[in-house]
């Protein structure tokens, strides 16, 4: 009889544990991430024509009325759960005076991002003054999902 009692045990034992076993790989399994790719920014200069409109530049001169700073992102969400980005920043940290502009996209609205899939985001981000930020400046963007910040910096030279 305690052999069959034994046997019993050990059977509810390996259940157990392979249950317990297949939760945790089915999380580890679940939980995922989102990855970004931000291509280089698009900085376009814009100065005043003199007529209400404005001629687009590459560079910054002394007329400089507004500056866009554009991002191409790819989002890629590796997790088995939809994933959302609630809040989108840029952030301009200037290295020379020690300060930080942060600058809010012109439309943004939240993101779902279904699993397994890419997303393509185009942002805009306005600045009208304290040009002076992007001289010497490391560029960051912010990303806020439901709970958690990230921060990815982005390389002003790679395209």
């Known amino acids: 009889m305690t052999k069959i009692f034994t046997g019993e045990i050990m059977s ?6 392979g249950v317990i076993f297949g939760f945790f790989l089915n999380n580890l ?4 991430q989102l990855k970004l790719i931000i291509k280089s920014p698009d900085v376009i200069y814009v100065e005043p024509d ?6 687009e530049n ?8 507004e500056i866009y ?27 020379k005076i020690k300060e ?6 012109i439309e943004f609205e939240i993101l779902n ?4 899939n890419t997303y393509n985001q185009k942002l805009s981000f306005y600045l009208k003054d304290n040009f002076n930020y992007l001289e010497n400046s490391e560029l960051y963007l912010i990303i806020k999902q439901l709970k958690k910040e990230k921060k990815y910096k982005i390389d002003k030279n790679d395209k």
């Open 50 to 55: 003199g007529q209400g409109g404005g001629i």
């Open 69 to 95: 700073i554009n991002l191409d992102i790819d989002i890629y969400n590796s997790s088995q759960d939809f994933k959302s980005i609630r809040h989108i920043r840029l952030k301009i940290y200037n290295n």
């Open 113 to 116: 991002i279904p699993p397994k």
């Open 29 to 32: 399994y679940r939980k995922g």
């Open 12 to 17: 509810i034992i390996g259940t157990l544990s």
């Open 58 to 65: 590459n560079n910054i001169t002394d007329k400089t009325d």
């Open 100 to 105: 930080t502009l942060t600058l809010e996209p």
